[in-house]
């Protein structure tokens, strides 16, 4: 049974409620905190504050701020009046639990909308990204498209200059050319013999080797292209991006898992001077394996003994204390196999595939021990938490089940085992 919290204080004005819990060495990040309209626990095992308020107050506005060894809990008023007492002065164990499972129920839906509400807003803003992605890439494809059709029409352009310009000299060389032989034919044919003796003579040859030499020079000349004109291309190149697979990957959580299980592998305790002198038995993995066996065997205690002494020589292994939690609840010892399976679910972070079945088992334990409390709040968390890992699993399906019909005064049994 968990211990009750009564040296709590509070105070009000005519608007709002405010109440100090002593946290009595609790640490910050195990306590429980659960406010509804008209009712309110603080819970940090193994001690619990439970509240059934007064009157009615806004639960939307309410704050809880923990530290310096206690938790202040500012409640707005639903209706600016003193009251008489900070909870109701009946004794009726039915009246208080029936106000117990409306908060659950109230608080379960108010989870349920967070979620929904969380989930849909990393929808959107993954859609957004996306569509922004796309639309950004589409700009840079027409980007690139447009730098080519515009060297594609610079270029067309400069080929049909260059096919004119040919055209043009081909047509000025043959119009140079029929002159020219309208010319020799309108030569007079009678030479004097003087000049007939000059071409007849070795001058003849000399004039023409070198009007054949100077014609074949001017057709070679007409038959080179132009020269080409001289640019600069800029190429850029459209990078590559994988957004679906970026949003999906989980790479960071599983190396950082990985890093963190070789830390849990290095780091020995050298304090083990009061161990035994095997060498084996200093080794945690062995000693593991012995409380294993020692489980299996019945032997609870000798079990217990054997993760301690692995537990002294690493203390970064959760299976280590996941698997002691298991033999405090066979020794009924709940609220060490709740320490346990807690310290082991600190460990196990972050959440990744590798681990999954790991956090199951410890989130099993500890709902367990809640449920021989008869925390069937909490328990029901736990048994949630491991059901979200293994859904198909059916004895997880019937036990949370139970644990709800239990919360909800139905159930026939009022232990989930």
């Known amino acids: 049974m968990p211990l009750l919290v009564t040296d709590y204080s509070w105070t009000q004005t005519d608007s709002t409620v405010y109440i100090s819990v002593p946290l009595k060495g609790a640490t910050v990040g195990k306590v429980d905190i659960l406010s509804t309209d008209e009712y309110l626990k603080v819970h940090y095992p193994p001690y619990l504050f439970e509240a059934f308020l007064f009157e009615p107050v806004d639960d939307t506005r309410s704050t809880a701020k923990v530290g310096n060894g206690c938790v202040v809990l500012s409640l707005p008023k639903r209706t600016n009046t003193v009251w008489e007492h900070l909870m109701i002065t009946t004794i009726d164990r039915e009246k208080k639990k029936e106000v117990r ?16 509400s969380k989930a849909e807003k990393q ?21 690139i498209q447009k730098m080519k059709d515009t060297e ?9 200059a260059w096919q004119l310009r040919q055209n043009e000299k081909s047509e000025k060389e043959g119009q140079l050319k029929l002159q020219s032989q309208r ?5 007079p044919k009678a030479m004097t013999a003087k000049q007939e003796g000059g071409c007849s003579a070795g001058g003849k040859v000399k004039l023409d080797h070198n009007c054949n030499s100077e014609a074949k020079s001017k057709k070679k000349q007409a038959d080179l292209p132009a020269p080409r004109l001289v640019g600069n291309i800029q190429v850029t190149f459209t990078p590559r991006v994988f957004p679906t697979a970026l949003r999906e990957s989980r790479v960071a ?20 001077e009061d161990l035994m002198d095997l060498k084996e038995q200093r080794n945690p ?21 054997a993760y301690n002494l692995a ?6 292994i959760p299976a280590l204390y996941s698997n002691r939690a298991a033999c405090h609840l066979k020794l009924r010892n709940f ?37 021989q409390l008869q925390l069937y709040a909490e328990a029901l968390q736990d048994y949630q938490a491991a059901l979200k890992i293994n859904p198909h699993d059916e004895a997880l399906q019937t036990d949370t089940q139970r644990i709800r019909d239990i919360i909800q005064g139905t159930a026939a049994n009022p232990e989930p085992y």
């Open 183 to 187: 010319g020799n034919q309108n030569k």
């Open 101 to 116: 499972e409306r908060a659950l129920l109230k608080y379960q839906e108010k989870l349920s909308s967070d979620s929904r």
């Open 253 to 272: 959580e599983e190396e950082e898992w990985l890093k963190k299980q070789a830390e849990a592998r290095r780091a020995v305790n050298a304090d083990v």
């Open 285 to 305: 993995d062995w000693l593991k394996d012995k409380g294993d066996k020692c489980f299996v065997a019945g032997d609870y205690l000798g079990a217990v003994n």
């Open 335 to 371: 609220h060490k196999a709740i320490e346990d399976a807690s310290q082991a679910l600190d460990l196990l972070t972050p959440p990744v595939a590798a681990n999954a079945a790991a956090r199951a088992r410890a989130s099993v334990r500890r709902g367990s021990a809640f449920c």
């Open 152 to 160: 594609r029409e610079k270029t067309t352009a400069e080929l049909e």
């Open 311 to 316: 537990i002294r020589l690493n203390r970064k």
């Open 123 to 143: 929808h959107a803003e993954k859609q957004y990204a996306l569509q922004t992605m796309m639309k950004l890439e589409k700009e840079e494809r027409d980007s």
